[in-house]
């Protein structure tokens, strides 16, 4: 284990007893529970804040992958296909995967 420095913190009586039953049930100590409980915080911490930034660099190329889709359509002259209803069989033959959208016209 890393090496550990020590701290000094202050909780509400309510949430120190809360602790002092989870110590109880799993036999650990006080100080073993909040360093488990912090490490588990700060991963989800950064879990998070690793997902806001994919969501943010997701929409900051949406735009350019919709230009850069219809731009590669437009080349490939390519239409939309019909839209498939569960009523009738598919027009466009494709499987139930929903394998391409598009077709070349």
Do not use: H
């Not at 073993?32 to 700060?42: F, G, K, N, Q, T």
């Not at 209803?85 to 995967?97: F, L, Q, V």
């Amino acid at each position: 284990m890393s090496r550990q420095r020590r701290v000094s913190v202050a909780f509400p009586e309510d949430v120190l007893a809360g602790m002092d039953v989870l110590t109880a049930e799993t036999n650990q100590r006080r100080s073993d529970l909040i360093r488990e409980a912090c490490s588990l915080y700060v991963e989800e911490k950064r879990r998070a804040s690793l997902r806001e930034k994919m969501k943010a660099g997701y929409q900051e190329m949406a735009d350019l992958n919709r230009l850069l889709a219809e731009e590669m359509a437009g080349d490939l002259d390519c239409v939309p296909r019909p839209a498939c209803s569960d009523d009738e069989p598919c027009p466009c033959g494709r499987d139930e995967s929903g394998a391409s959208s598009w077709r070349k016209s």
